[in-house]
């Protein structure tokens, strides 16, 4: 259930579109070569050291939550996250690649330590373990409907599912918290930094009392992706629990 919240996160809405446009976060130039694209790693550089972002919009976060699902219909990126607190042990820091295209299809996955995917057809969420041999199916509506999941790349409404409220800013960003309205079993609540109609950081908070802080970078917006980036075939031998 840990590896399905940390994994699962990312997803939303589709809102009228505004005027103001997205762009794409700047940090430090070696990271972010333009040139890179998916190939750009955070390898050697440790989740303490991911350069903060700086956000130049005037606009609060909710604003740019709306600019961000009206202007951006699909993406490509990278991400760090790391988990802490709680009564587990502090875990090492994941990276590894996302892309998604609206609505509701996404590929998230982790690279290191170790592999694992979760990726979205659009209608199924295919979670995939290579170390267990295990991939686990279930419907979208049941996946992400009222998850962390329907906050970034989602289809819905995202006021439907939690109540939305404004942090002070910090770090260089605009923050907001999104609480499900509904009681979660493995979310209290998550808080989302953005930068210049992008979401930067995310800050989630579980039901066993850890923390998960998630940074995005090397945002490549309304890209091209290959359909093949939300199809997923079980391997051979591998073991399919349908929830």
Same mark, same amino acid.
């Given at each position: ?10 997803? *939303? ?18 990271? *972010? ?139 260089? *960003? ?70």
């Amino acid at each position: 259930m840990k590896k399905t919240l940390l994994a699962v996160c990312l997803s *939303m809405v589709a809102i009228a579109p505004v005027p103001t446009l997205a762009q794409d976060i700047k940090v430090n130039p070696d990271m *972010m070569n333009p040139d890179a694209g998916l190939s750009t790693t955070l390898e050697g550089v440790t989740f303490e050291q991911i350069p903060q972002v700086n956000n130049t919009q005037q606009t609060d976060a909710r604003q740019q939550l709306k600019d961000f699902v009206a202007q951006v219909k699909s993406a490509s990126g990278e991400f760090a996250q790391k988990t802490s607190g709680g009564k587990g042990k502090s875990r090492a820091a994941q990276t590894g690649t996302f892309s998604f295209e609206r609505p509701g299809k996404f590929n998230w996955s982790v690279v290191k330590p170790y592999a694992q995917s979760v990726i979205s057809d659009g209608e199924t969420v295919y979670q995939y373990d290579p170390d267990l041999r295990q991939v686990t199916e279930r419907p979208v509506s049941k996946a992400v409907g009222a998850s962390p999941a329907a906050i970034l790349f989602g289809s819905g409404t995202l006021d439907d599912s939690f109540k939305l409220s404004a942090l002070p800013d910090k770090q260089g *960003m605009v923050w907001m918290r999104a609480t499900p309205k509904v009681a979660d079993a493995g979310l209290a609540h998550v808080d989302i930094g953005f930068a210049n109609n992008l979401p930067a950081e995310l800050i989630i908070l579980d039901s066993f009392g850890q923390t998960t802080s998630i940074k995005l970078r090397n945002f490549k917006s309304n890209v091209n992706i290959p359909a093949s980036a939300y199809q997923f075939k079980a391997p051979e031998g591998v073991d399919t629990v349908k929830m």
